[in-house]
């Protein structure tokens, strides 16, 4: 077991939420840390890292805000920088947060060890995506601080592997903080994640059901009316395997089977600046993870926050009370 000193007293619960493509926003981002919640977006989120910064320095000063308005230090957040070759803007976007000593990088598609050391240099930690042990390990001796293990039926781009058997082999060559990540959706999710050996929780689709998040209202209404058996895993969209909601997959003409190349800067580029016609990744077709059955409702994320506090104290109680009920 192993939290990095970042976060000690700073959460209400053991939870990180998620970075997601064009959902998540300074708004997700400071609620959830206002909340004891680790707020986080990717930097690609943004056309330009001029927009970027500007998100940095907004959600810098909104937490000031509120530290200084209530005495109470909000939890810290982070910034998902994809580590692809695909990405141009990496080098510029990293700098930005150099400059402003972003607490929490998280980066995907590639772990490197030079970005690992100049976050160290200004104090700041990195957690690295990983679906398997063979990227964990790479991770490893990139030397990361946090290994994401995501698991079959997450939301975005996800592994295929069963939770319990990605974190019980990045268990034993990975002392530092692991997460779970895949479609945990409540309080009890979270403990049940701790009690396999996570150090805490990983969650994106649940908080793309909150008031807050920036997912347009008919891709909001779409995950109430979904479940598990709506989610399909392709690589048909962007080259790497993902999971989707399989009618806006269908609504968009995609052949499942069909994998493009990998080109993620073209991919995000289309998805946000959309100057075509067609239907675009991310913007019409919903990604979304197996979690989806368990949203029923869109809660603000202050809301959300305090149900899931509830749950996992209450979990903890019920887990007490099992054990006790066994002969010594
Ligand atoms: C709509 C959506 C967009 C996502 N975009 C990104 C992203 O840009 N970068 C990233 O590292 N992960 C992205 N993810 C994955 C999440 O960060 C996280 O791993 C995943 O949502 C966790 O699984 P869950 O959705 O079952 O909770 C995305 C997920 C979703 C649902």
């Known amino acids: 077991m192993s939290l990095p000193p970042l976060f000690e007293n700073r ?9 997601m493509f064009l959902a998540s926003g300074p708004s997700l981002v400071t609620a959830c840390c206002k909340s004891g919640v680790v707020g986080t977006f990717p930097a690609l989120n943004l056309r330009s890292t001029d927009e970027f910064e500007s998100w940095i320095v907004e959600i810098n000063a909104e937490l000031q805000r509120h530290a200084e308005d209530t005495g109470e230090q909000p939890a810290p957040f982070g910034v998902n920088l994809i580590a692809h070759k695909s990405n141009p803007r990496l080098e510029a976007d990293l700098a930005i947060c150099i400059k402003h000593k972003v607490p929490l990088i998280i980066t995907s598609l590639g772990a490197i060890s030079n970005l690992v050391d100049a976050v160290h240099e200004y104090g700041g930690i990195v957690f690295h995506d990983v679906v398997n042990a063979r990227h964990g390990k790479k991770a490893a001796a990139a030397g990361v601080d946090g290994l994401i293990a995501v698991a ?61 998040c920036e997912a347009s209202e008919d891709y909001k209404q779409k995950l109430l009316a979904s479940s598990a058996a709506g989610i399909v895993y392709t690589p048909a969209v962007s080259g790497i395997p993902a999971n989707f909601i399989r009618e806006s997959v269908e609504a968009a003409g995609i052949t499942l089977g069909d994998a493009p190349k990998v080109d993620l800067g073209l991919e995000l580029e289309e998805a946000r600046d959309g100057n075509t016609s067609d239907s675009k990744p991310w913007v019409d077709i919903w990604s979304a993870g197996q979690g989806v059955g368990s949203i029923n409702d869109l809660p603000t994320t202050a809301e959300l926050i305090s149900r899931l506090t509830t749950e996992y104290r209450q979990a903890h109680q019920d887990q007490h009370a099992r054990v006790a009920t066994l002969r010594n």
């Open 11 to 19: 959460l209400s619960i053991p939870v990180i939420a998620a970075p």
């Open 152 to 212: 079959a039926g997450a939301g975005g781009h996800a592994g295929d592997w069963s939770p319990f058997a990605l974190i019980n082999e990045l268990r034993q060559f990975f002392n530092k903080t692991v997460l779970l990540s895949g479609c945990l959706s409540s309080g009890s999710d979270i403990a049940a994640a701790q009690m396999m050996g996570a150090d805490l929780a990983y969650m994106g689709t649940r908080f793309l059901g909150t008031q807050e």
